[in-house]
């Protein structure tokens, strides 16, 4: 079965960087699933944070992370990464890996992911 695995979270100060990985399992992580990260602050709905298309030539991302994280995969490793940097106490969340078969529909919308992973924390000091 589809298994999605993250990994990566952590605490850091204002400024800082985190790495996530997302590892796949039970499905081909190849040209056909687009793969996105989504987050959720305490009382606050599942937010899309970034998407990156199935052979990884587009990219989207969320206005409040543009220009500070980066989306990228790798196919042969079946793991997907969001490079977060100049981190923010607004970015802290419980960040989530989703897979969609076929393309990426270009926005961010977390019903159109049907496969999602557990979640990793990350906390930003101030």
């Known amino acids: 079965h589809v298994q999605l695995v993250e990994s990566g979270g952590g605490s850091v100060q204002a400024g800082g960087s985190l790495r996530l990985s997302c590892s796949a399992s039970g499905f081909p992580l190849n040209s056909e699933y687009c793969m996105g990260w989504f987050r959720q602050a305490p009382g606050k709905e599942r937010e899309g944070v970034a998407a990156?298309?199935?052979?990884?030539?587009?990219?989207y991302y969320g206005k409040p992370v543009k220009g500070r994280f980066t989306i990228s995969r790798d196919n042969a490793e079946k793991t997907v990464y969001l490079q977060m940097n100049s981190l923010k106490p607004e970015d802290i969340a419980m960040y989530y890996c989703?897979?969609?078969?076929?393309?990426?529909?270009?926005?961010?919308?977390?019903?159109?992911?049907?496969?999602w992973g557990q979640g990793t924390q990350v906390t930003v000091s101030s």
């Open positions: 989703a897979s969609r078969k076929w393309g990426c529909t270009g926005e961010l919308r977390a019903e159109d992911y049907s496969a």
């Open positions: 990156i298309s199935p052979g990884g030539q587009l990219t």
